[in-house]
């Protein structure tokens, strides 16, 4: 059964850091791409961030680049976002995911439960 | 642009059939995928590539592409189909979209 649980998540104030850690289980984690994906209280999903499956590739949303790093450790089959420079609009819950990518589509088909970092004095 | 847009709510009777349709550029080059998110859980993925379900996602669900609009068809809605639903898709400089979200009531 494939399994996603991120941790980390909490209490931080503006301009702090915070790293959160998901890990997985229950297929070959270094097989596939991952995302994280975040949920404004009361919002939209918006993705933040994804990285290959060997880390030689890595995107950002415009609103986290030069603050966010994806990074992922596959001999520990965990993925992680470390958030410097936090401010009140990155509060959300953040959601890791399985990413499937092919030519013409992609999908997130395991999404992990949740963690919420809340930025605010 | 690279937007993905979404009718924030849309309502359905019991039983009838409803479509939610998500606009916009990347959909003329990249199939959409579909997720339920019912309150306070996360996410499922219920349509993607050209019209594919994965395991355990009822049939009543369908998904279609036309030029730049993507549709998520729900034929027969039931109850427990009451949810949000979004939109997702990448684009060209392979960044990825989600739209707004819809939230279905089903009446």
């Known amino acids: 059964e494939v399994q996603l649980v991120e941790s980390g998540g909490g209490l931080v104030q503006p301009g702090g850091s915070l790293r959160l850690s998901c890990a997985a289980s229950?297929?070959?984690?270094?097989?596939?791409?991952m995302s994280w994906v975040r949920q404004a209280p009361g919002k939209g999903l918006e993705w933040v961030a994804n990285?290959?499956?060997?880390?030689?590739?890595?995107y950002y949303v415009d609103s986290v680049k030069g603050r966010f790093t994806i990074s992922r450790d596959n001999a520990k089959n965990s993925l992680y976002l470390q958030m410097n420079s936090l401010r009140a609009e990155d509060t959300a819950v953040y959601y890791c995911?399985?990413?499937?990518?092919?030519?013409?589509?992609?999908?997130?088909?395991?999404w992990g439960q949740g963690t919420l970092v809340t930025v605010s004095s | 642009s690279s937007e993905l847009t979404q009718d924030p709510a849309v309502s359905v009777a019991l039983g009838q059939t409803v479509r939610i349709t998500c606009q916009g550029d990347?959909?003329?080059?990249?199939?959409a995928s579909w997720y339920q998110q019912k309150p306070g859980q996360a996410p499922v993925l219920v349509i993607y590539?050209?019209?594919n379900r994965p395991s355990g996602i009822p049939d009543r669900f369908s998904g279609s592409s036309s030029g730049n609009t993507a549709s998520l068809t729900i034929t027969g809605a039931q109850a427990e189909d009451e949810a949000d639903y979004y939109c997702?898709?990448?684009?060209?400089?392979?960044?990825?979209?989600f739209g707004g979200g819809t939230k279905l009531t089903v009446l």
């Open positions: 995911a399985r990413e499937l990518q092919w030519l013409v589509a992609n999908y997130f088909d395991y």
């Open positions: 990347s959909l003329r080059s990249y199939y």
């Open positions: 990285i290959k499956q060997d880390g030689s590739e890595k």
């Open positions: 229950g297929f070959t984690f270094s097989s596939y791409w």
């Open positions: 590539g050209k019209n």
């Open positions: 997702n898709s990448r684009d060209s400089s392979g960044n990825h979209l």
